[in-house]
């Protein structure tokens, strides 16, 4: 298997992107079988507007949306292999997957007096959306061989923001790439 220099956090970072985008929304219409109050929105869009919502960056500039995914790749460490030319490489990979504090409960099987309660709630369902896809699929794409979850959390409430709701779920990826030694 020929292994190509950008294979790694290009592609990974490109691979994040293309799997939500591809299968979020079949993740939501899932969950959305069985959870009809807390849904999250339809993050897609459709046409020129497909992704919209699904972006790498960080949240100095949030989007104006009202739900949205930021995600961030770090790569972490290579390990050597037995054959010249390649490498194992790990990364880290993060999504802040973010509901404002403008939702309510979309019916009334669950009240929810405040926006923050349904908001948290909304958020911990588009994080565990955003996870489900990215363990499935990811691992998929070409180089990728493994992910796992490192861990998922509620991010800190941010004091210019009180309205936002946000989960942060991580993961290691496992690519395989290229190493320069052993190369002529």
Same mark, same amino acid.
């Given at each position: 298997?020929?292994?190509?220099?950008?294979? &790694?956090?290009?592609?990974?970072?490109?691979?994040?992107?293309? %799997?939500?985008?591809?299968? *979020?929304?079949?993740? *939501?219409? =899932?969950?959305?079988?069985? #959870?009809?109050?807390?849904?999250?929105?339809?993050?897609? &869009?459709?046409?020129?507007?497909? &992704?919209?919502?699904?972006? *790498?960056?960080?949240?100095?500039?949030?989007?104006?949306?009202?739900?949205?995914?930021?995600?961030? #790749?770090?790569? !972490?460490?290579?390990?050597?292999?037995?054959?010249?030319?390649?490498?194992? =490489?790990?990364? @880290? #990979?993060?999504?802040?997957?973010? %509901?404002?504090?403008?939702?309510?409960?979309?019916?009334?099987?669950?009240?929810?007096?405040?926006?923050?309660?349904?908001?948290? /709630? !909304?958020?911990?369902?588009?994080?565990?959306?955003?996870?489900?896809?990215? /363990?499935?699929? *990811?691992?998929?794409?070409?180089?990728?061989?493994?992910? @796992?979850?490192?861990?998922?959390?509620?991010?800190?409430?941010?004091?210019?923001?009180?309205?936002?709701?946000?989960?942060? %779920?991580?993961?290691?990826?496992?690519?395989?790439?290229?190493?320069?030694? &052993?190369?002529?």
């Amino acid at each position: 298997m020929a292994i190509k220099i950008e294979d &790694g956090h290009y592609s990974l970072s490109k691979s994040v992107k293309s %799997v939500l985008r591809a299968n *979020l929304d079949s993740a *939501l219409a =899932s969950i959305g079988a069985n #959870v009809t109050d807390y849904l999250p929105d339809d993050l897609q &869009g459709s046409g020129a507007l497909l &992704g919209r919502n699904v972006y *790498l960056a960080d949240d100095r500039i949030p989007p104006q949306a009202a739900q949205y995914i930021l995600l961030s #790749v770090e790569h !972490t460490a290579d390990f050597r292999v037995m054959s010249l030319g390649t490498q194992n =490489s790990t990364f @880290e #990979v993060r999504a802040l997957a973010t %509901v404002r504090g403008t939702t309510r409960a979309r019916s009334g099987s669950d009240p929810s007096p405040t926006y923050e309660d349904a908001t948290w /709630q !909304t958020a911990g369902l588009l994080a565990r959306a955003v996870d489900y896809c990215l /363990q499935r699929y *990811l691992p998929s794409e070409t180089g990728i061989y493994n992910v @796992e979850r490192i861990a998922s959390a509620r991010a800190p409430l941010d004091t210019e923001r009180p309205n936002q709701c946000a989960y942060l %779920v991580r993961w290691q990826a496992y690519v395989r790439t290229r190493n320069p030694l &052993g190369e002529s």
